[in-house]
Each structure stands twice: as structure tokens, then as C-alpha cells.
């Protein structure tokens, strides 16, 4: 089954027709917390319950669920967790906040933080590097450790998925001390 998307601009220009809409935003808190559209709410794509999120809808359960992420990439997993849930009303948002911003959809500014992605990019060097490193002063069976991450890379590309960024988004550093999650305005 077909992701369903919208643009930025469509998005915005629903939301100041006055339309209700139901916004999650998939990172993590604290990707959440640096910017965010005004009237999403948080929920972490590793901890996203498609059946509780749905119940949880009451009236609104009808109405279409819209789904952003940084850039549209875990915005389409979670749209995929909910189809599998068997829930089909869920849009989303191309591009994601970057193309938000973009656009002009009001947003919420907080604190910068480094990007899921940029984490995951600096921690996958980190290793290819510790492991070319290793082997060539320690011993050379330590090349293992580079083309072990070389094929986590190759296999996250080719299923869209990607194990360490799921590690990284529970890290310490990618949480807030106080819940990010709102609730939609009315």
C-alpha cells in the first residue's frame, strides 16, 4: 500500500484555514525540542504504539494523521508501522521540519542539537576509523570492526532502517529531562 504525503505548503495552508490537524513528530526529544512545528507533538519513532496513538484519537480518529520527521525518512517508517497496524489514514509530511522551516510553517525554536544523522555519520567514521586504526597497530584481524560497519551502512541503506540510529536515539544526550510530548491545539 501507497504512503500517502502532503506539502509543507498544503499542511500550512490547512492549518490556517483552521482545520484540526493531528501532527506527531517522530525524532527524538531532543532533535523535538531544538525545532519543531508549533503544533506537532512528540512521539519518538522507536517508542510509537500505532494502536495506542489511534485509541488515544477519540473523536479526531477519523480524520487524517499527519507524520514528520527531520527530513521524510522516518516519517515514512512510522506511516509504515501504521499501515501495518492496519491503519491507512496517515500522511506524511515531504521533506519533513527542514522543509517546514522551509516553507514557512510555523515552527518552535529551542536549543541546538546535533541531528540523528549527523550523529549516526560521526559515530560510523568514529568506528571505521578505530578499526583501520587498530589493524594496522594491533593486529590486523581489527579491519573486521571497519567492514562490519561498512555493512551495517550498506544494509541500512538497502532496507531503510538503521540499527545504530535506533541506539543513538535512546542514548542519554537524545533525551530532555522534562516530556516533550503536547497536545494539539483545539
Given at each position: 500500500?501507497?504512503?500517502?504525503?502532503?506539502?509543507?505548503?498544503?499542511?500550512?495552508?490547512?492549518?490556517?484555514?483552521?482545520?484540526?490537524?493531528?501532527l506527531?513528530?517522530?525524532?527524538?526529544?531532543?532533535?523535538?525540542?531544538?525545532?519543531h512545528v508549533?503544533?506537532?507533538?512528540?512521539?519518538?519513532?522507536d517508542?510509537?504504539?500505532a494502536?495506542?496513538?489511534?485509541?488515544?484519537?477519540?473523536?479526531?480518529?477519523?480524520?487524517?494523521?499527519?507524520?514528520?520527521?527531520?527530513?521524510?525518512?522516518?516519517?515514512?517508517?512510522?506511516?509504515?508501522?501504521?499501515?501495518?497496524?492496519?491503519?491507512?489514514?496517515v500522511?506524511?509530511?515531504e521533506?519533513?521540519?527542514?522543509?517546514?522551516?522551509?516553507?514557512?510553517?510555523?515552527?518552535?525554536?529551542?536549543?541546538k542539537?546535533?541531528?540523528?544523522?549527523?550523529?549516526?555519520?560521526?559515530?560510523?567514521?568514529s568506528?571505521?576509523?578505530?578499526g583501520?586504526v587498530?589493524?594496522?597497530?594491533?593486529?590486523?584481524?581489527?579491519?573486521?570492526?571497519?567492514?562490519?560497519?561498512?555493512?551495517?551502512?550498506?544494509?541500512?541503506?538497502?532496507?531503510?532502517?538503521?540499527?545504530?540510529?535506533m541506539?543513538l536515539?535512546?542514548?542519554?544526550?537524545?533525551?530532555?529531562?522534562?516530556?516533550?510530548?503536547?497536545?494539539?491545539p483545539?
Amino acid at each position: 500500500m501507497n504512503i500517502t504525503s502532503i506539502r509543507p505548503q498544503q499542511l500550512a495552508a490547512l492549518w490556517k484555514e483552521g482545520k484540526r490537524l493531528e501532527l506527531i513528530d517522530v525524532r527524538t526529544p531532543v532533535e523535538f525540542e531544538e525545532v519543531h512545528v508549533e503544533f506537532a507533538r512528540n512521539v519518538p519513532l522507536d517508542q510509537l504504539d500505532a494502536a495506542s496513538i489511534m485509541r488515544s484519537r477519540n473523536d479526531s480518529a477519523n480524520a487524517p494523521l499527519y507524520v514528520v520527521c527531520l527530513s521524510g525518512s522516518r516519517g515514512q517508517q512510522a506511516c509504515e508501522k501504521f499501515l501495518k497496524a492496519g491503519f491507512t489514514n496517515v500522511v506524511n509530511v515531504e521533506g519533513g521540519t527542514l522543509a517546514c522551516v522551509d516553507s514557512g510553517v510555523p515552527v518552535i525554536r529551542g536549543r541546538k542539537a546535533v541531528s540523528l544523522e549527523r550523529q549516526v555519520r560521526i559515530a560510523a567514521g568514529s568506528l571505521v576509523l578505530l578499526g583501520v586504526v587498530l589493524a594496522w597497530l594491533v593486529h590486523p584481524a581489527f579491519v573486521g570492526l571497519s567492514a562490519f560497519v561498512g555493512a551495517g551502512l550498506v544494509f541500512a541503506g538497502v532496507t531503510d532502517t538503521c540499527g545504530m540510529g535506533m541506539i543513538l536515539a535512546r542514548m542519554p544526550w537524545n533525551q530532555t529531562a522534562q516530556p516533550t510530548t503536547q497536545t494539539c491545539p483545539q
